[in-house]
């Protein structure tokens, strides 16, 4: 009916149009049946509604069915997988965390540890070729350069021995470190977590080796510095010894010229 009237009201504007015109009376009945046979044209098509947009309720109900569907699928989905989850599941996941966790907490000591003892290691190095320097002065000195001989050696023992606090003080953290490893892989063996277990138990095989490796490089430092510690005693000994023959020299002079 939407449509006749917009027809007619189609029908009215032309013709007023043409009545203007009265030599095209003869195109007026024409025009308003071709005008009309579109519109109906269009209605009935099959493929209006599509193009418009509307959409038949059976569609809509089929569509609905889908969702319901869709839906009850995820939902049993969910529900299977919140079954699955076992007490043995649930403690290897944890297990899993508490491997993971103390594996970080184990490299990061590690490297601080690492860390400190290259420190150490600089600066028992230091010291040494402080103490070098001094000991082949020693005699050639006057006493400014004798006094800020002594003031460096003394500050570079005052820095090894903070470095070594620090080493002592990681190294202790990193004992915890690795008796903590041990226990979560120990947990996770016995959870049936075998493959975090072997992880957290590589971890501390390759802590381990990289810690002696820096233990290592220091030892052959405090070695040298102990080395170096019998050089400054037997050549203080020979200064003084020397310092001594010369007082003796001397008072043999006076003796002699007396």
């Not at 005008?35 to 569609?59: A, H, I, T, W, Y």
């Not at 050639?140 to 006094?147: A, G, M, P, R």
């Not at 003394?154 to 003080?169: F, I, P, Q, S, W």
């Amino acid at each position: 009916m939407q449509v006749v009237r917009q027809c007619s009201a189609s029908a009215s504007r032309a013709a007023g149009g043409f009545l203007r015109n009265p030599t095209d009376m003869s195109l007026l009945p024409s025009r308003r049946g071709a005008v009309c046979s579109r519109d109906l044209s269009l209605e009935s098509s099959p493929l209006s509604s599509r193009k418009f947009g509307v959409q038949k309720s059976g569609e809509w109900t089929s569509a609905a069915h889908m969702s319901i569907a869709s839906l009850s699928v995820a939902r049993g989905l969910f529900t299977q997988q919140v079954e699955t989850l076992t007490h043995d599941s649930l403690i290897r996941r944890a297990v899993s965390v508490v491997t993971d966790s103390s594996s970080t907490f184990l490299s990061q000591i590690t490297l601080a540890l690492i860390d400190a003892l290259t420190h150490y290691s600089k600066a028992v190095h230091t010291r040494i070729a402080v103490q070098r320097r001094y000991l082949a002065s020693v005699g050639k000195l006057t006493s400014f350069e004798e006094d800020s001989h002594k003031q460096a050696i003394n500050a570079m023992r005052a820095e090894v021995t903070y470095r070594l606090d620090d080493c002592k003080r990681f190294e202790s953290s990193w004992i915890n470190a690795v008796n903590l490893c041990k226990m979560a892989a120990e947990a996770a063996n016995t959870s049936g977590a075998e493959q975090a277990s072997i992880s957290v138990k590589t971890n501390i095989q390759v802590a381990q080796s990289q810690v002696e490796e820096a233990r290592r490089v220091s030892a052959d430092a405090e070695k040298k510095l102990a080395e170096t510690k019998v050089e400054e005693i037997q050549r203080m000994a020979e200064y003084a010894a020397s310092f001594d023959d010369e007082e003796h020299e001397v008072h043999e002079a006076y003796l002699r010229e007396d």
